[in-house]
T-cell receptor
Framework: AQSVTQPDIHITVSEGASLELRCNYSYGATPYLFWYVQSPGQGLQLLLKYFSGDTLVQGIKGFEAEFKRSQSSFNLRKPSVHWSDAAEYFCAVGTPTNDYKLSFGAGTTVTVRA | NAGVTQTPKFQVLKTGQSMTLQCAQDMNHNSMYWYRQDPGMGLRLIYYSASEGTTDKGEVPNGYNVSRLNKREFSLRLESAAPSQTSVYFC?????????????FGAGSRLTVL
């Protein structure tokens, strides 16, 4: 079975600074990889996904993520953070088998300071 | 376009009481899911319905039952609520019942069991 680790529980970043959120997965082959964002009091919204091909994927709200097979990682980045990016971010892993279950990481809470 | 609608948004129960969380989607999605979200644990799958007429257990099904009433609606029932079921519950849906599914989430239902 697959698993996901988000090593950082909480990150504080200044507005305008860059942001990188870490995600490591455990799976024998290339999984399907997702980043979701949850704003306070809201449900989760898909930021971006990786299935195959170009390992650098672009998402909504200026986010990007890079798949690195050698490191089993799928880190999320944003060059310049806005106050509205304060939220909780979840990495998720799915597998190309007949398994409908996504595995979610524990989440990283991002605080943006002025 | 409402997407995924969950009711109620908030509920307080006493131990042993029963209740049903309702979920409806208007995207003509085939698959529907119930997750619970607990601090530091990410989202864990309770039950899912790959298609109308089918339901299956997820990671944490104990204490819950589900009904896929039709293609649009998927309800979650707590027969005898326990304090350990205090959580935020999310309903989600997807077009494709596979590991590559992109989930659309509802806004969540916050349940407190006293």
């Amino acid at each position: 079975a697959q698993s996901v680790t988000q090593p950082d529980i909480h990150i504080t970043v200044s507005e305008g600074a860059s942001l990188e959120l870490r995600c490591n997965y455990s799976y024998g082959a290339t999984p399907y990889l997702f980043w979701y964002v949850q704003s306070p009091g809201q449900g989760l919204q898909l930021l971006l996904k990786y299935f195959s091909g170009d390992t650098l994927v672009q998402g909504i709200k200026g986010f990007e993520a890079e798949f690195k097979r050698s490191q089993s990682s799928f880190n999320l980045r944003k060059p310049s953070v806005h106050w509205s990016d304060a939220a909780e971010y979840f990495c998720a892993v799915g597998t190309p088998t007949n398994d409908y279950k996504l595995s979610f990481g524990a989440g990283t809470t991002v605080t943006v300071r002025a | 376009n409402a997407g995924v609608t969950q009711t109620p948004k908030f509920q307080v129960l006493k131990t042993g009481q029963s209740m049903t969380l309702q979920c409806a989607q208007d995207m003509n999605h085939n698959s529907m899911y119930w997750y619970r979200q607990d601090p530091g644990m990410g989202l864990r799958l309770i039950y899912y319905s790959a298609s109308e007429g089918t339901t299956d257990k997820g990671e944490v099904p104990n204490g819950y039952n589900v009904s896929r009433l039709n293609k649009r609606e998927f309800s979650l029932r707590l027969e005898s609520a326990a304090p350990s079921q205090t959580s935020v519950y999310f309903c989600a849906s997807s077009d494709s019942p596979s590991g590559a599914n992109v989930l659309t989430f509802g806004a969540g239902s916050r349940l407190t069991v006293l």
